[in-house]
């Protein structure tokens, strides 16, 4: 018989064949009477750091007659024999279907695997190149700092996801999740990613596995194409029809999926601009803060600090700060990188932005993580910049001009100690960072308005409070960091296609519908599920 333990409270130091032994005191069960034992969850139990532990649950198979604790569930199946969801499957293939996926980050990539492997006709086209080729320009810029607005941070295979840490928990529930790390594993990652609560890939697996996935889209027949810049959406009587490129060529299909991440400003205005229904969304901006990660680690579990089980310690933060405009304020922790660095992620020349991202071993002695800013729709026109959709992006771009600004070097980042922003003092000097190209010192107070730079204070000072320690002269605050998201969001209906525009399916995060690698993947999964759910009616 199947059950399943939960909140089974296991030491850090525990050996797989110990679990054994705890199970059969749980259970009060001879060992031999438990067999094919199974780690379906596990996540770190550290809200006492005196005792931090592993909290899991564990599957295991015990004879049928034995008297079991209450707690014990018995459930229907395993939760490892998860198929692909009913809606991505097909009865033949639908080869007489032809769509056009624009971007190869986690949502396009999603798409264009489904769509795929239900046999309908695919086109990829990403703007950006290859994963190993971008990683080339993403050095350059770093070292030289020398810009390619084509191949960063945010442009190119893989996305902007594939340069952070590669996270892949997230708040929402649909039946698509399970499937997404599932095909994570199929193409490189490592299981543990199904048992971990908060896993992650990390930027150098992520690499990896992205180039896995083109290889098996190139099998399938996907004409996949770098440096396809689309311009324009083909249109006819209310009804998508193809795509113009740069480079003025033309391609049609039935069905366009729009995956072109939250950092496309181009190909936002263009399609704005085209009539295709845009409205402004909230959005965040901020800096990174960066700490040692030796101090994050004892701070989250104490004397535990080091345990080699345990890695870089993670934290979240959230405070609501009294506002006049909206009545409160939110300032939070943003993709926070355990072990990470602090990376430049321009994407248009004469401006400055910045991000984080780690490797899957998070080796790095920092830790940095977006601290931000809630910036509302209305918050735009108060401001003086316009009440359209485009607003958002406009601040973003201003606030990033003013930032490259600061600095005597190209895309270098304007930097300050927490303490001294707090205090409003600029000291002239930073601590300890790995930033590249460089980091200058910088009073951050010039860069901010007063209406975002006053929140960010008082969301610091509060944040200290829950980790005694963060304001730390040992700590920078690393600017700007202002692609948490998208500021618009594409209006769709139901079916996922644009409003007023059938063919048309905006997804991911540029489309505004989604924060992070695996919802951004099963919003592109829920999209393909349309399409080839269509195929199926119509034949």
């Known amino acids: ?73 018995v459930p229907d199946t395993s939760s490892l024999d998860i198929q692909k969801p009913l809606k991505l499957q097909t009865t033949t293939p639908q080869t007489s279907t032809h769509a056009i996926v624009i971007g190869a980050g986690p949502a396009g990539l999603f798409a264009a695997l489904s769509l795929a492997e239900a046999g309908i006709q695919v086109t990829l086209l990403e703007r950006g190149k290859p994963v190993e080729t971008r990683m080339r320009d993403i050095g350059r810029l770093r070292s030289r700092g020398e810009l390619n607005p084509e191949s960063n941070i945010c442009f190119g295979e893989g996305g902007a996801g594939t340069y952070t840490d590669g996270k892949l928990y997230t708040r929402i529930k649909h039946p698509f999740v399970r499937w997404v790390l599932k095909e994570f594993v199929r193409f490189g990652a490592k299981e543990d990613i199904l048992v971990d609560a908060h896993p992650h890939l990390g930027t150098d697996r992520l690499v990896r596995i992205v180039r896995n996935m083109r290889q098996h889209l190139l099998t399938l027949g996907v004409d996949y194409r770098f440096e396809s810049k689309v311009t324009a959406i083909l249109t006819h009587q209310g009804q998508s029809q ?106 248009e020349h004469g401006m400055m932005a910045v991000n984080g991202m780690s490797n899957g071993h998070r080796r790095s002695p920092f830790a940095n993580s977006g601290i931000v800013v809630q910036i509302t729709a209305n918050d735009m026109q108060r401001q003086g910049l316009g009440n359209d959709p485009l607003s958002g992006i406009r601040l973003q771009r201003s606030l990033e001009k003013q930032c490259f600004d600061m600095t005597s070097t190209p895309y270098a980042t304007p930097a300050m100690r927490i303490t001294d922003f707090i205090h409003k003092k600029p000291s002239g000097t930073l601590a300890n960072t790995r930033f590249k190209p460089s980091a200058e010192a910088a009073d951050l107070h010039q860069l901010f308005p007063r209406w975002l730079a006053n929140p960010l204070r008082q969301g610091l000072l509060a944040f200290d409070q829950k980790m005694h320690g963060y304001v730390s002269q040992d700590a920078n605050l690393l600017a700007v960091e202002s692609r948490t998201s998208s500021p618009v ?29 695996v919802s951004a993947a099963v919003d592109g999964l829920k999209a393909a599920a349309e399409i080839i759910q269509m195929g199926e009616k119509n034949k």
């Open 1 to 73: 018989m199947l059950i399943r333990i939960s909140n089974l409270s296991i030491p850090l130091d525990t050996q797989n064949h110990e679990i054994c032994m705890i199970l059969s005191q749980y259970l009060k069960l001879p060992i031999q009477d438990i067999e094919h034992i199974r780690l379906v969850r596990r996540a770190i139990d550290a809200r006492k750091r005196s005792d931090v532990h592993f909290v899991c649950s564990v599957e295991c198979d015990v004879p049928e007659d034995c008297c079991l604790p209450p707690t014990v569930q």
């Open 242 to 347: 193809g795509v113009r490129l740069a480079s003025g060529d033309e391609i049609h299909a039935h069905h366009i999926v729009l995956a072109i991440g939250h950092s496309a400003r181009d190909t936002i205005e263009s399609l704005h601009q085209q009539g295709i229904e845009v409205e402004a969304k909230d959005f965040a901006v901020g800096v990174r803060a960066e700490h040692p990660q030796a101090w994050v680690n004892a701070c989250q579990y104490g004397i535990e600090a080091k345990n080699e089980h345990l890695g870089a310690a993670e934290y979240r933060l959230a405070h609501q700060v009294k506002d006049s405009y909206i009545g409160k304020r939110g300032v939070y922790s943003f993709c926070m990188c355990p072990g990470g660095l602090v990376v430049p992620s321009p994407t």
């Open 489 to 517: 969001r594409f209006t769709r209906e139901k079916n996922m296609q644009a409003t007023r525009l059938t063919g048309l399916y905006p997804i991911g995060e540029g489309a505004g519908y989604a924060g992070g690698i």
